[in-house]
């Protein structure tokens, strides 16, 4: 499974972005058997858009393959956007690594409504 995180620099062990589709970079982690095989970063080149950022950002994350993204915060037409293509979001603070341990841990909330809130 493919795991996306809004991050503010391409380092795993820093806190992670404020905001979704205006975050300089995702963190892509492969998760395999409860373990993260490896991971990468993508630049989000939507960031500085006038406009659209969150949707296109949203784009971005379903033409990698990702099934499952961490963020802080994401906006209702992003989400949209994520549902329409089965990504499930999941809403998380702190550093990416630590994200990840949870997620694998299932401790993460997931965001379930068009506005980007968790129920």
Known sequence: MKVAISANSEKIDEKIADVF?????????????????NTRTIKNDNAVQ????GISSAQLIAENDIQALITKNVGPRAMDVLNQFNIKVYSGEGTAKDLLDRFIKKELTEITNETGHTN
């Not at 589709?21 to 993260?36: L, Q, T, Y």
């Not at 006038?50 to 950022?53: D, I, M, N, P, Q």
């Open 21 to 37: 589709g205006r975050c300089p970079f995702f963190i892509v982690a492969e998760i395999e058997n409860d373990e993260i095989k």
């Open 50 to 53: 006038t406009g659209g950022a």
